[in-house]
């Protein structure tokens, strides 16, 4: 078992996005996040999936993915060099006691904050998901009130593109 | 750049003007509120005609029949809500066997989607994992498009059912129709042509093989691969073994031929595919009911071959040395051009032990029974109708009785449901090979179980006059579970007995057929001839057949292929 990032390019189409979470519920396949959006050519979206499975199983995902009629491409970017990053938005616990030591957390991780209440900090943080994991581990679990993570963006290093 | 001609036409003229563009015959269907316009055009022309089905479930397995009898696509048209429901069996068994056929569905107006409305149902979620791909055309604009596509994907690659749910509204809406001479999708391209390099991989290992098999599957049937096939098991001399879905790809009466492997494969089949050294795979799937436990299948080592229109089918459950996606009658081109090239080993001992396994005769029986055997019954059905009937069947002892002693020499002449294993399905799957093959004879092969799942079709094949001969094996028990039950359940025949079965004879006449009760061996031979003498008639002939009887050889679920029960014969 190991864990793929797979990146789809697929028509922007009512309906992909069923079929593809339908492919994965039905055929037994780990989804750990999914994300999509539109590209920059407005009739496709582009999606990145991270899922966990052996090498066989990973190959029939990519095999069954293809297979979609409104997808356009599949690749699985763990297979190379790759970059992946996720954002997230932690909103924590920022009395005037805490205010400093969280702004010193937040400047480490380089967060941003981004708004600012009496009692609270927003934080938004960038980075791959270990980093964002290590973030919450640094913090005092009784500070973090709420968080929203986007799930992976991935995209290949170098010349290794994934387009029509 | 010549201007298309076009002209104002509603969306229900539109579905009318589309199907005729595709030379559809027949469709087949139920009306219903959400499809009145489509109807009410229909009724307005005589090129595509409509057939009349009992229910929907029907619809869909005779335009499957009416499909994988014929080079044609089969084409069924039901109402939003049950009407669809009631079609989800059909369209299911249809996508399990790749079966190229379109779905119109009727669906509420655009403006009550959503909103619980009458006869409504989510169409295209509820179809979404049993379809090759399915749409909701929102306007009418996309509505030729939408029909282009459902035509140009069920047929092309690996074919399957495409449903295309069209709301009320759309029906009536108008917009300029053209119909597209072509379709061109960037996110569909099926391959055609083998990888080169693949394929001279695969001719090394043919020409290297001293124990080569061919093992080949309803892939071969829906390319219309057989005859490319037989040259190439005849020039190589090499033995070949067919699936359940891929009977009549190869001559079944010619010696290379070692009859169907797999669950209830004949000894010599599944023996040949253990102790092959080089196994060229097409259009098969490696799926449980064929080479039972992988993990056995994988203890002796071979070098495997795999041809396929779909890379997903390669390497799923057994890991092959050389895949090859592409389209079967292509890449057989080429791996028949490149044999040439070489010389295929002497085989001669491999034959010898494939005779030795051979004269096992796994399919005997008892032949002096007093009771009706029905696999006599099937023996006689074969001689009567001279090999040449197209014969569907339902699921069950029956199904496998029919594969094993029916000896099919043609491609498509064999109509069953052999992935999802649909009961009910025969007879109206008969009603569309009829309807595609005038004339010819049919004959479907069922059990008083299965029949009824689907037998107000007996109506619609007498509106239609379809002079179809039903065979029912009739053992009072739904057999193939009351053989399971016997094997691995202690004899404990829990609700395998069918009890107060109606009169099938009395049924038959009900309908207004002909039927026929055949209770003694020496009766079955001439009830046979006199039903198919009738040439314009349907007979209901109920054999009562030996409640005991189980199919043999069998692989227990989750054996290897080569742990057979054998009948007690041996």
């Known amino acids: 078992m190991s864990r793929h990032i797979i990146s789809v390019l697929v028509e922007n189409e009512a309906g992909a996005l069923s079929r593809i979470a339908g492919l994965f519920s039905a055929r037994g396949y780990n989804i750990e996040s999914l994300t999509v959006a539109p590209t920059e050519d407005a009739s496709m979206s582009r999606m990145t999936i991270v899922t966990t499975g052996s090498e066989d199983v990973v190959e029939q995902i990519t095999k069954q993915l293809n297979k979609l009629i409104e997808i356009v491409k599949v690749i699985d970017l763990s297979e190379a060099e790759h970059i992946e990053r996720e954002l997230m938005l932690i909103k924590v ?34 980075g791959d998901g270990a980093k964002l994991d290590a973030f919450i581990k640094s913090l005092d679990q009784g500070t973090i009130i709420e968080t929203v993570r986007t799930g992976a963006s991935g995209i290949g290093r170098g010349n290794r593109v994934l387009r029509v | 750049m ?159 059912p495409v449903v295309v749910d069209i709301p009320k509204d759309v029906t009536t809406a108008t917009c300029e129709f053209s119909y597209p001479e072509e379709i061109s999708m960037r996110s569909y391209q099926p391959v055609r042509k083998g990888h080169a390099g693949q394929i001279k991989k695969a001719v090394q290992l043919l020409l290297e093989a001293k124990r080569p098999m061919v093992y080949t599957g309803g892939g071969v049937v829906l390319s219309n691969a057989s005859g490319k096939l037989k040259e190439l098991v005849q020039s190589t001399g090499f033995p070949c073994t067919n699936t359940l879905m891929g009977l009549g790809a190869y001559p079944a009466t010619d010696k290379q031929f070692l009859g169907m492997l797999g669950m209830h494969g004949t000894y010599e089949a599944n023996m040949a595919m253990q102790h092959c050294d080089v196994l060229l795979a097409i259009g098969a799937r490696f799926d449980d009911r064929v080479i039972g436990n992988p993990a056995h299948f994988a203890q002796n080592p071979r070098k495997i071959i795999h041809i396929d229109i779909d890379p997903s089918s390669i390497s799923k459950r057994v890991k092959v040395d050389v895949p090859i996606v592409g389209n079967i009658p292509d890449v057989l081109d080429e791996v028949l051009r490149n044999l ?89 799957a008969a009603m569309g090979v009829q309807m595609a093959n005038p004339g010819a004879t049919v004959a479907c092969v069922t059990g008083e179980s299965s029949i009824q799942m689907c037998l107000q079709e007996l109506s619609t094949c007498k509106q239609y006059r379809l002079p179809i001969k039903i065979v029912n094996l009739n053992n009072r028990y739904m057999g193939m579970v009351r053989q399971w039950q016997q094997f691995f359940h202690g004899n404990r025949y829990s609700e395998s007995y069918m009890d107060a079965l109606p009169d099938f004879v009395k049924l038959a006449e009900g309908y207004g057929h002909r039927g026929v009760l055949i209770d003694k061996p020496a009766d079955v031979e001439g009830a046979l001839k006199e039903a198919f003498s009738k040439k314009n008639e349907l007979v209901f002939l109920d054999f009562i057949t030996d409640q005991a009887e189980n199919v043999y050889p069998m692989i227990p679920g989750g054996k290897g292929i080569t742990e057979m029960i054998l009948s007690e014969e041996l």
Not at chain 2, 108 to 135: S, W, Y
Not at chain 2, 366 to 379: A, C, G, H, T
Not at chain 2, 393 to 417: C, E, L
Request: proline share 3%; with cysteine.
């Open chain 2, 340 to 428: 040439k090239e070489g010389k295929t080993q002497d085989i001669k001992a491999w034959w010898k032990q494939i005779e030795d396994w051979r004269a096992k005769d796994c399919l005997k029986y008892d032949r002096n029974s007093k009771i009706i055997k029905p696999q006599f019954v099937l023996e006689k059905l074969y001689e009567v109708t001279k090999g040449d009937a197209f014969i569907t069947s339902d699921v069950g002892q029956h199904q496998m009785w029919a594969a094993q002693f029916y000896k099919f020499d043609k491609p498509r002449r064999w109509i069953n449901s052999g992935g999802l294993g649909t009961m009910g399905f025969g007879l109206p």
């Open chain 2, 2 to 160: 010549d201007r298309i001609k076009t002209t104002t036409l509603n969306g229900a003229e539109i579905v009318i003007r589309c199907l005729q563009e595709e030379g559809v015959e027949f469709v087949f269907g139920y009306p219903g509120g959400a499809v009145l316009y489509i109807y009410d055009e229909l009724f307005k022309q005589d090129k595509v005609k409509h057939v009349l089905v009992r229910h929907e479930q029907g619809a869909v397995h005779a335009a499957d029949g009416y499909s994988r009898s014929s080079l044609k696509t089969g084409v069924a048209l039901v109402t939003s809500g049950p009407g669809v429901t009631n079609a989800v069996t059909g369209i299911a068994t249809a996508y399990m066997d790749s079966i190229p056929m379109v779905v119109i569905t009727g669906q509420v107006p655009t403006h009550a989607i959503g909103l619980d409305a009458f006869q409504e149902c989510d169409t295209v979620g509820i179809t979404r994992p049993i379809v090759k791909h399915n749409m909701l055309v929102k306007d009418v604009k996309d509505l030729a498009s939408a029909m282009k596509k459902a035509f140009h994907i069920a047929t092309t690659g690996r074919p399957g």
């Open chain 1, 93 to 126: 616990r920022a009395g005037l006691k805490e205010r400093e030591d969280m702004k010193r957390m937040a400047d480490i991780f380089r967060g941003r904050i981004i708004d600012v209440s009496d009692n609270t900090y927003t934080i938004e943080l960038t």
